[in-house]
């Protein structure tokens, strides 16, 4: 069964950094994507990383302050963030993106979720 | 850019239908994935390509697209069915999801 494990997350000043990392067990090649959830908000995309890690997309609001990166032979995947802001604040999922027999970005789903971990941009 | 509209919140009294909706611009032309995400959970596929059920997903619940509206139905509703539900759909690499619809079974 595959499960995915985050870690990295913390609390830090605005303009501060932070890398999250990913574990696979049961690793499969696929894409990954990132979620956040702000406290009480709705689920927004962070990015997406392509299973060799050529292909990247990130959502407006992150792009150039993150970098996502895989490394497939430790099973890992991050999210390196930089200049963090106060509305970087947010539960982060590391989420695979299961083609679902199709191509991803046209019948994909996100079939397996991390349990979260925390950052928290305060002053 | 892409967006996905739903209602923030839907009721339904228990052994009704909760149906649930999701409104994008050409949501025809795509394919919809639907989320439960119960308090202090992960969220949870239910239902993807628009229609089918991932293994674990009752039978109780499915999806159906009719032009720009996608809806997740759940039949016979439960207590154990509430929570807040997210569709999504692709919009070329980027995930778009819905704002969440806050689904109460009373």
């Known amino acids: 069964e595959l499960q995915l494990v985050e870690s990295g997350g913390g609390s830090v000043q605005p303009g501060g950094s932070l890398r999250l990392s990913c574990v696979a067990s049961g690793f499969t090649f696929h894409h990954i994507s990132w979620i956040r959830q702000a406290p009480g908000k709705r689920l927004e995309w962070v990015a997406t990383?392509?299973?060799?890690?050529?292909?990247?997309k990130y959502v407006d609001s992150v792009e150039g302050r993150c970098t996502m990166a895989r490394d497939n032979a430790k099973k890992s995947f991050y999210l390196e963030m930089t200049s963090l802001r106060v509305e970087d604040t947010a539960t982060y999922y590391c989420v695979r993106a299961n083609s679902m027999g199709g191509t991803v970005t046209i019948t994909g789903a996100l079939d397996t979720w991390g349990q979260g971990t925390v950052v928290s941009v305060s002053s | 850019s892409y967006e996905l509209t739903q209602p923030p919140s839907v009721s339904v009294s228990p052994g009704q239908t909760a149906k649930i909706t999701c409104v994008g611009h050409?949501?025809?032309?795509?394919?919809v994935a639907w989320y439960r995400q119960k308090a202090g959970q992960s969220p949870n596929l239910v239902i993807y390509k628009t229609t089918v059920r991932p293994p674990g997903t009752p039978e109780r619940f499915s999806g159906s697209s009719s032009g720009n509206i996608a809806t997740l139905s759940i039949t016979d509703s439960q207590g154990a069915d509430e929570g807040d539900f997210y569709c999504q759909a692709w919009d070329d690499f980027k995930v778009v999801f819905g704002g969440g619809t806050k689904l109460t079974v009373l």
């Open positions: 050409n949501l025809e032309s795509k394919y």
């Open positions: 990383i392509g299973p060799d890690g050529r292909d990247k």
